[in-house]
């Protein structure tokens, strides 16, 4: 094992330390990463042989949470980690996104990249430091990463905005008033990968943060850069490269060139140029199948590669695959209420794709639980995407989300969650599924805009409505064409993956994959610009349809009440055991959840269930009042006086003197435990102690009245009372003016 060795770099003045060769001494690369008290051990390794049968690079990673880094057991009944959180997996794509296209093209080996988080402080954030140790443990391994002409590492920086001001790396606390959750990656040159959620920026803030970003970033590279040098491992040159056999090639484009730039001219449709491609690639295959001399793959590999640049090349020449033009927008249409159950539906339609949202409406009890290393342990608002085959017209097995499912969910939860009312305001746990049912390109957009239309057909009174969009980038050497509201074919033979979603007013998600080594600020300005008018256009279609959130929620949702009680109250809500909330969700049907600060939150089908309860839970908690009159139970009886339970945990005395309208010789003449009486509240003192009389309601007495007749005198009678034993506190204790003297 080589001597550990440790490096220091300020990223917007504050310290991060890298350190190597003291963990993990058989991985390819190993470094740990650490800002503040949060560290993490970022691995790199690479296999032997490559990965026979496939035509891709197969590179994983892995971001392993595991809780003791937070001093935490897991809350699993295994009481260990099982499969990774979203979180986990959402930093896994964060940190491979970048990563990716500084990799030969020609590399088959495997490679994966394990993040372990070590330590969290509950201040420093750690999936930066995740890109960062990934590209650091690459950087110094043997691995063939960021070479030439894929030149890296890479850098990685967070960008928040507080007052107006950029904030690089801010911490957790930081980021609960920041307008601003930017998050990019690039090289030296370049920015690679981009994921944003925002508060209705302007394009210029966006742009200034990319570039202040950008900037930010250079250290960390000049650091692995350094370290490259001092301790990094030669790079590997050894590895089997995977190339088409250049005859093969050449007789591929005499056999298919023509036809297929044929193909792709005369079909604008997407079926039809399909199904022309497929019997074009079916008949070159045909006359290859029984040649020893050629390798099928690479038939097919070749064809594919025809394809791709002869639609490059066509759209390079201002030409689309389906006639469009750079900037047109495909045909849009919106619809809600396609769902009669559901608590509010969208249907929004984009061309060939198409995208189904619906909203359910939930108490507080159903928000999302999270065991997870960030501090906010539940979340109130919940996106999900699903992605099934039939919406490409193919068949697979369905085995639940998937990484890119769940990547485009948090996307339009990003998008979505800065104009959902507080929950002050509206009080509800909301889940909004988006059912992809048709797919041509940009269905996580697709998704924001049918879950806009979903939440507005709800009553859900969202801030204002959100669209999103997805452009293109096809770029050689100099020239570049960007393409606005790109299908399929266009998102995978291009250059960029640039999804923009927000309101008529600014932008609130971002999210940039690279498939090239960079672009250019210039390029990502020209594209929110580009992007900014198809939105609003979008945005033009959807509000034609609803222009505002409904004002009556559907039937079948939930009607919801917030109640503010006393915290010291709360005990006498739920009751020994629970039963007085139990007792009261059964009697009245709606779901009652109380929180720690006193608020509690009431959800019934119907209207009068929630009024009803709320009544109830105002009755059960209200603080004794002087003058007001109660119906309790006695609860106890002493020789001097009853105690009425008048509300729910408290208790008062009714001194046997403010039992009756005459003199009671004994309590049991008048009350016995289980008995109702009606009484009236003549005292309630600094320690909460409650004095009841009886004999005020019989007589009609006012308070002062009560009050007056209800006072000790002398030697501790009351007036108009009978008890010779003096009054009592509700333990039973005589009290200092009513005790007897010593016996004679």
Known sequence: MQEAKQYNVAVGGNKITVETGKLAGLAGGAVTVRQGDTM???TA?????????????????????????????????????????????LTCRLTDRPLRPLFPKDLRNEVQIIITVLSVDGTHQPDILAIVGASTALTISDIPFGVAPYNGPIGAVRMGMIDGDYVINPTFEQMETSTLNLRLAGTRDAILMVECGAEEVSEDTLVNALSLG????????????????EVGKPKRDDYPRVAIDAAVRQEVVEKTGAQVASAVRDNVEKTARDEALDALKDDLLAGFVEREDVEIGDVKTAFKDIVKEEVRARI???????????????????????????????????????????????????????????????KRFMHHYNFPPFSTGETWFMRGPKRREIGH??????????????????AYTLRVVSEVLSSNGSTSMASVCGSTLALMDAGV??????????????????????????????????????????????????????????????????????????????????????????AEMSPYAPRMIVVQIPEDKIGALIGPGGK???????????????????????????????????????????????????????????????????????????????????????????????????????????NGKVRLSRQAVLEGWSLEEAQERDQPRGGGRPRGGGDRRGGGDRRGRGSSHGQRGPRP
């Open 461 to 550: 009174p969202v801030k204002k409505p959100v669209a999103g969009i997805a452009m293109g980038l096809v770029k050689q050497d100099d020239n570049y064409v960007i393409l606005t509201d790109i299908q399929g074919m266009e998102d995978h033979i291009g250059d960029m993956d640039f999804k923009v979603a927000g309101t008529d007013a600014g932008i609130t998600a971002l999210q940039m994959d690279i498939k090239i080594t960079g672009i250019t600020s210039q390029i990502m300005a020209e594209a929110l610009t580009q992007a900014r008018e198809a939105r609003l256009q979008i945005l033009d279609v959807m509000t034609a349809h609803i222009d505002a959130p409904r």
């Open 45 to 89: 390794t690479m296999s032997t042989n490559p990965r026979p049968g496939i035509d891709f690079f197969p590179l994983s990673v892995d971001f392993e949470e595991k809780l003791y880094a937070a001093g935490r057991i897991p809350g699993s009944f295994f009481r260990r980690e099982g499969r990774p959180s979203e979180g986990a997996i």
């Open 214 to 229: 950008h900037e930010a970033l250079q250290p960390l590279i000049d650091l692995q850069e350094q370290m490259a040098q």
């Open 316 to 378: 390079l020449d201002g030409v689309r695959p389906d006639g469009r033009g750079l900037a047109d927008v495909r045909a849009l249409s919106a619809e809600t209420g396609i769902s009669p159950r559901a608590h509010g539906s969208g249907l929004f339609t984009r061309g060939e794709t198409q995208v189904l949202s619906l909203v359910t409406l939930g108490t507080p009890r159903e928000a999302q639980r999270l065991d997870t290393l960030d501090p906010g342990d539940e």
């Open 580 to 686: 007085n909330i139990r007792a009261l969700q059964e009697a009245t049907g709606a779901a009652i959840d109380i929180q720690e600060d006193g608020r509690v939150f009431i959800a019934a089908p119907e209207g009068p269930a929630a009024e009803q309860a709320r009544e109830r839970i105002e009755a059960l908690t209200e603080t004794a009042e002087a003058g007001r009159i109660y119906t309790g139970r006695v609860v106890r009886t002493e020789p001097f006086g009853a105690f009425v339970e008048i509300i729910p945990g408290t208790d008062g005395l009714v001194h046997i003197s403010q039992l009756a309208e005459s003199r009671v010789e004994k309590v049991e003449d008048v009350a016995r435990v289980g008995d109702e009486l009606t009484v009236m509240v003549t005292n309630v003192d600094p």
């Open 40 to 42: 993490l051990l970022a």
């Open 409 to 426: 969910g948090a996307l339009a939860e990003n998008a979505l969650r800065a104009v959902l009312p507080d929950e002050e305001d509206f």
